[in-house]
């Protein structure tokens, strides 16, 4: 006669034991996860929102937001088609520009997060000197790094903040300190009428979506009230 089974209890309560540890694990990192984004401290600018993440510079009557990755080749190819408009619009008064760092492109930087620490310097210069966010813009686009490659170094990007005129936010920039700021705006973006995602460059023109067309006449300057 075959003598019976005996149930394991030990093993039983070790392995319900750690199924319940790797699940108060999983909900404490995913709460740590949220409270780090939810503390995202907000740059100390007057000219950032810090409900909106917008950088906002000029004061005119039509507003442009721009929505950018600092690794996406689109916008490098927006801010050489269209900036010099824009900036001329901003310097005019016809429009004031709301420029939105994110980071969507973290994937292509070998691990460098390239998109979040150039979005969180932008932050830094706003911080720094207003004046010099677009200058800063202009000298990420122009030595922007290919996707797929580890992206500009952190003293790297402080030296073109430092030659944008913000030299003073070389220590904010190292610290990576409006990262966590960077992570928690970029869900905000909007995403235009029939695409599955957020994509860059997004731009908005008096709140309506902007098809570019690669021509700043009939995009933007012929849309201004």
Request: proline share 3%.
């Given at each position: 006669?075959?003598?019976?089974?005996?149930?394991n209890?030990?093993?039983?309560?070790?392995?319900?034991?750690?199924?319940?540890?790797?699940?108060?694990?999983?909900?404490l990192?995913?709460q740590?996860?949220?409270?780090?984004?939810?503390?995202?401290?907000?740059p100390?600018?007057?000219?950032?929102?810090?409900?909106?993440?917008a950088?906002?510079l000029?004061?005119?009557p039509?507003?442009?937001?721009?929505?950018?990755?600092?690794?996406c080749?689109?916008c490098?190819e927006?801010?050489?088609?269209?900036g010099?408009?824009?900036?001329?619009?901003?310097?005019?008064?016809?429009?004031?520009?709301?420029?939105?760092?994110?980071?969507?492109l973290?994937?292509?930087?070998?691990?460098?997060?390239f998109?979040?620490?150039?979005a969180?310097?932008?932050?830094?210069?706003?911080?720094?000197?207003?004046?010099?966010?677009?200058p800063f813009?202009d000298?990420?686009?122009?030595?922007?790094?290919?996707?797929?490659?580890e992206?500009?170094?952190d003293?790297?990007?402080?030296?073109l903040?430092?030659?944008?005129?913000?030299g003073?936010?070389?220590?904010?920039?190292?610290?990576?300190?409006?990262?966590?700021?960077?992570t928690?705006?970029?869900p905000?973006?909007?995403?235009?009428p029939?695409a599955?995602?957020?994509?860059?460059p997004?731009?908005?023109?008096?709140?309506?979506?902007?098809?570019?067309t690669?021509?700043?006449?009939?995009?933007?300057?012929d849309?201004?009230?």
């Open positions: 006669m075959a003598a019976a089974r005996k149930t209890w030990v093993a039983i309560w070790i392995s319900a034991a750690v199924v319940v540890a790797i699940a108060v694990i999983a909900v990192v995913v740590m996860n949220r409270q780090a984004v939810a503390l995202a401290e907000s100390a600018s007057a000219v950032v929102d810090e409900e909106t993440g950088i906002t000029g004061d005119g039509n507003v442009l937001e721009e929505y950018l990755d600092f690794m080749p689109y490098h927006y801010h050489e088609t269209y010099e408009d824009v900036a001329e619009l901003v310097e005019e008064g016809e429009v004031t520009l709301n420029v939105h760092p994110i980071a969507i973290d994937s292509q930087s070998n691990g460098t997060q998109s979040t620490r150039a969180g310097a932008v932050y830094c210069v706003a911080e720094a000197n207003p004046d010099a966010v677009y813009i000298a990420l686009f122009r030595d922007q790094p290919r996707e797929g490659t992206g500009l170094s003293d790297q990007i402080a030296g903040a430092s030659e944008a005129g913000a003073d936010a070389a220590s904010c920039i190292a610290d990576g300190e409006y990262m966590d700021y960077v928690k705006m970029t905000e973006t909007p995403v235009a029939g599955s995602g957020i994509s860059t997004t731009i908005l023109l008096n709140d309506e979506f902007v098809s570019l690669w021509d700043p006449q009939a995009d933007i300057i849309k201004l009230q």
